[in-house]
């Protein structure tokens, strides 16, 4: 049959979320185990996840680390020997370290579970923390450090959440040289046995999760020793700056790394799902109005964005891009300039629609297949909530209309409430 290139494809509605029902399973010691099953799958993977971010650590870079040093060494194994293992089981670990939580990843053949299972287990209940290996860690992350910091993009971002949340704030995530050298293994094997361990902790296990793999987890993880936890919570208060203008000088810089935005919206707020698709509107995808004005018709930049970042205290929303030197001032301004519009003109109907559907879309992709899913639902758990959140913020973009995100832009988008960051070389006044 002969296709006719002339003739476009019929065009038909998006699809509605499949969201994977989950089921829980409480270990023998207490453990509480998720399980987001999908037969098609020869794979599984196991996550972790401890209530041991860096929101939880008396002082800068505890947090990381320790979850990082997980891997350098057991009673058991050493950390050679442990890479030697998963290597060659085709067994991929990783780990991570986010403001909340923390979490050791694993994603393993399913006819190799019974030896990567207890592995991942022993690391979490056997780590040694060796000195020798620390020191080589926080050497090679002040290297890191001390690169990062010279550019402007990172001066930009560093004020940027300073201001938002306060230099004390775990929020705004300061960090300086000399931290890296007050870090010991004493006070790294010290939050490792606070935080990351099996009274600080749920599993999630998704993919082909067979009665084998749940037997081999109950056996291993089911087993741990598992202390009371009786830790507290801490509590800080977000001491923000006035809104306004803040230039970092750095004479070297070829660009100017801006960041311009204010508090943003909670994933539990009612006006969560609109504000998302407003922000699409202005900077949230590649045909945005930011990057069709300030990138293709002027050219200031090679990419522009906007988003709203969650947290379980806040949010923020910001635009964030890097222009040259000479063209700071003029970028701001556009910015400045749509967001105005937004406030004060309805946006047309073949533009939201467009933009309904690339966020419809987007929405989707990011529960394509269980291991997507397991990963949006270990974030949304924090929130109260599960990934039924995605059919619910589909089925509200579709209501949202021209004169509500106006009211929107104008309730949440107020230039004067605006923190404006420049790292950068500034032209003298």
Request: charged share 25%; net charge negative.
């Amino acid at each position: 049959m002969t296709v006719n290139r002339k003739i476009s494809p019929p065009l038909s509605e998006l699809s509605v979320p499949k969201v994977l029902p989950y089921t829980t399973q409480v270990l023998p010691n207490g453990i509480e185990m998720l399980l987001l099953h999908d037969p098609d799958q020869e794979v599984f993977k196991m996550d972790v996840v401890f209530d041991a971010g860096a929101y939880y650590q008396k002082q800068p870079l505890v947090a990381t680390t320790a979850i990082n040093m997980l891997n350098e060494g057991t009673i058991y194994h050493n950390s050679a020997e442990i890479a030697e293992i998963f290597d060659y089981y085709g067994a991929y670990v990783d780990f991570n370290c986010g403001m909340h939580k923390a979490e050791l990843n694993l994603l393993s053949l399913n006819k190799f579970a019974e030896e990567t299972i207890p592995i991942l287990a022993e690391i979490l209940s056997s780590s040694t923390i060796p000195a020798h290996e620390l020191d080589i860690y926080l050497c090679n992350k002040k290297q890191q450090f001390l690169v990062e910091k010279q550019k402007t993009a990172w001066l930009a971002r560093k004020e940027f959440t300073r201001l938002l949340f306060g230099t004390n704030h775990p929020y705004a995530n300061t960090v300086k040289e000399e931290d890296y050298d007050r870090i010991t293994p004493e006070i790294i094997r010290e939050f490792y046995k606070e935080r990351l361990n099996a009274g600080n902790c749920f599993v999630l296990l998704s993919g082909n999760i067979t009665p084998e793999i749940r037997h081999i987890t109950t056996e291993t993880f089911g087993k741990l020793s598992r202390p009371s936890n009786t830790l507290q919570t801490p509590v800080y208060a977000l001491q923000p700056a006035l809104p306004g203008r803040s230039k970092i000088e750095k004479e070297d810089a070829v660009q100017t790394s801006i960041r311009i935005g204010k508090k943003g919206v909670r994933l539990t707020d009612e006006d969560y799902a609109g504000f998302l698709l407003l922000n699409t509107v202005l900077g949230g995808y590649f045909g945005s109005r930011l990057m069709s004005n300030i990138r293709e018709e002027k050219g200031y930049t090679y990419g522009i964005h906007s988003f709203n970042v969650s947290l379980p205290e806040t949010a923020y929303w910001c635009v964030a891009t890097d222009v040259d030197n000479k063209y700071t001032e003029a970028t701001i301004e556009e910015v400045l300039k749509e967001i105005r519009t937004l406030r004060s003109e309805l946006i047309p109907e073949a533009e939201l629609n467009l933009v309904k559907n690339f966020f419809h879309g987007d929405l989707l992709r990011e529960i394509d297949g269980v291991f997507a899913q397991s990963d949006a639902l270990k974030h949304k758990l924090p929130y109260g909530i599960d990934n039924c959140f995605y059919s619910e913020i589909i089925h509200k973009i579709k209501q949202c209309n021209a004169p509500y995100l106006r009211e929107l832009a104008e309730k949440y988008l107020n230039p004067e409430q605006l923190y404006i960051v420049t790292a950068g070389k500034h032209p003298y006044n």
